[in-house]
């Protein structure tokens, strides 16, 4: 999960972060809801609350 979270983090590529970024949601018991416009610092953010 950790590296998956990394990765996540160094990604340039939007669609790419948002995609691993599901994955990881999707791994997590509870996951966040993900709002409609998802952006670069949001993600971020959710990824220090995991």
Not at 16 to 43: E, G
Request: glycine share 0%; charged share 35%; hydrophobic share 40%.
């Amino acid at each position: 999960m950790e590296e998956l979270v990394w990765k996540c983090r160094e990604e340039s590529d939007m669609d790419r972060k948002v995609a691993l970024y599901n994955l990881i949601r999707k791994l997590l018991p509870n996951p966040p809801k993900m709002p409609s416009m998802v952006t670069d610092d949001y993600i971020n953010s959710a990824l220090d609350d995991i």
